[in-house]
């Protein structure tokens, strides 16, 4: 295919909803509307801030973007999905998690059974998912290049109205969060120590997303990745057992809310403990792999 074609193909792609492929797309907030009586916008700027991290064997520069923003990034819409799909299952999700997401967002008392549990997830990786084709500041940071959320996990979402099976998501008390909004995204190459790892001009495509943000005094943390051995491997650890509360896959009946509260060090500890965990692991199998150089 020719560079030509491959533009054409890209450009012909970013006119697709990313959940079903259909057209007539319109802008869908990566923070529900709804959520504006709950939480504040506040910001009048922000930077939007791209890092390209190469894996072992690619070219070793990191590629780096800040590109200055107006506006809340709580405000962020993203023209993504299409009419039929943003007015309609998307809704219908936004609708009926409301009742359980505004106690959560507000931090008030309430308790989460397994199907609220799912409800909530399912809310949280649409959200994952639409914010990944929010950053369209650069060919290289293009989301075709940096979503971490392969097309397969988006098509089971709308195909099935449940989370693919390689996800894991937490969510957690952050009181600050009210006040201070937090939004970390990573997308990831882990590399695999049996099959062949080729390095390319361009690097490894990411197979591997976490994004860690608030709404409000709700704290998320959703990790996913189409290698099943790396969303088994990552825990959140014994510390952060104590603040956080797993809701998929749920293994809790029901959980109590709000559990302890956390503070800007727990938040910020979550996304530095998956970076190393990301390093040790593409370090180990990049020994292994005799493709790699």
């Not at 970013?14 to 492929?21: E, L, N």
């Not at 799909?85 to 999700?93: A, L, Q, V, Y």
């Not at 995204?185 to 608030?214: I, K, M, W």
């Not at 998929?248 to 009946?253: G, L, R």
Request: with cysteine; aromatic share 10%; proline share 6%.
């Amino acid at each position: 295919m020719t560079a030509a074609q491959t533009a054409a193909q890209s450009k012909m792609a970013q006119g697709r909803c990313v959940f079903c492929g259909g057209s007539r797309l319109t802008h869908e907030h990566v923070y529900a509307d709804w959520t504006r009586r709950y939480i504040r916008k506040n910001v009048p700027k922000h930077g939007l801030l791209s890092t390209i991290i190469n894996t072992p064997g690619v070219n070793p520069e990191t590629l780096s973007n800040l590109k200055p923003v107006s506006g809340d990034p709580r405000s962020r819409r993203v023209r993504c999905v299409c009419q039929r799909c943003n007015n309609g299952w998307m809704k219908r999700i936004q609708d009926d998690v409301q009742s359980t997401a505004i106690p959560l967002i507000t931090g008030k008392k309430t308790t989460l059974t397994r199907s609220t549990q799912k409800l909530v997830a399912m809310w949280i990786a649409m959200a994952v998912i639409v914010s990944e084709f929010s950053n369209r500041s650069s060919q290289e940071f293009s989301a075709e290049k940096t979503a971490g959320v392969p097309e397969t996990d988006r098509r089971w979402l709308y195909n099935f109205q449940t989370i693919p099976p390689n996800w894991k998501i937490w969510i957690g008390h952050y009181p600050s969060g009210h006040d201070d909004a937090f939004w970390h995204h990573e997308s990831l190459v882990f590399l695999d120590e049996d099959a062949p790892n080729v390095a390319s001009s361009d690097g490894h495509r990411p197979n591997t997303q976490a994004t860690t943000y608030t709404v409000g005094k709700l704290y998320v943390h959703a990790f996913s990745s189409v290698r099943g051995d790396v969303v088994r491997g990552w825990k959140v650890g014994t510390r952060a057992a104590h603040w956080l509360r797993q809701i998929w896959p749920s293994i809790e009946e029901t959980i109590v809310w709000p559990p302890f509260p956390m503070s800007e060090n727990h938040a910020w500890e979550i996304p530095g403990a998956l970076h190393d965990f990301a390093t040790a692991v593409n370090r180990r199998n990049a020994k292994s792999s005799p493709s790699i150089m």
